[in-house]
C-alpha cells in the first residue's frame, strides 16, 4: 500500500515561489516514481514533473521546464516541487502521484501510468 500526503500550496502573487512537498509511504522506494499533476478548475489534470525514485532522473513538462524543480529526500521519504517565477496560469490543485516501475528512467506523462494519488494542495497565483 503507497500513502501520498502533500503539502505546501498557498496563495502567492505572479513571480513568486512556493515549495510543494509529497510524503511517500511506501514499502521499497525504489520501485517507484513520483509524479506531480495539477488540475485548474474545468480543464483536464495535467503532467508538470516527475522523478525516478531509484535513478532521481526527471521529466518536466514544456511549460514548467526552467521554472520548476522536482527533486527527492530519501531520508525524509519525501519528493519536493520547488516552483519559481509563478504566473496566474500555475493556478490549479497539485497532486503527486505514485507509479510502480522497475526502470530507472522516468515513467511517462500519462496519468494513467501512476497508480497511487494523493488529496492534492491548493495553489493560487494572483496577478
Known amino acids: 500500500q503507497v500513502r501520498l500526503v502533500e503539502s505546501g500550496g498557498g496563495s502567492v502573487q505572479a513571480g513568486g515561489s512556493l515549495r510543494l512537498s509529497c510524503a511517500a509511504s511506501?514499502?521499497?522506494?525504489?520501485?517507484?516514481?513520483i509524479g506531480w499533476f495539477r488540475q485548474a478548475p474545468g480543464k483536464e489534470r495535467e503532467f508538470v514533473a516527475t522523478i525516478n525514485w531509484r535513478s532521481a532522473m526527471t521529466d518536466y513538462a514544456e511549460s514548467v521546464k526552467g521554472r520548476f524543480t522536482i527533486s527527492r529526500d530519501n531520508t525524509k521519504n519525501t519528493v519536493y516541487l520547488q516552483m519559481n517565477s509563478l504566473d496566474p496560469d500555475d493556478t490549479a490543485v497539485y497532486y503527486c502521484a505514485a507509479a510502480w516501475t522497475s526502470s530507472s528512467v522516468p515513467p511517462g506523462r500519462s496519468k494513467e501510468r501512476y497508480n497511487y494519488w494523493g488529496q492534492g494542495t491548493q495553489v493560487t497565483v494572483s496577478s
Open positions: 511506501v514499502r521499497t522506494f525504489s520501485n517507484y516514481a
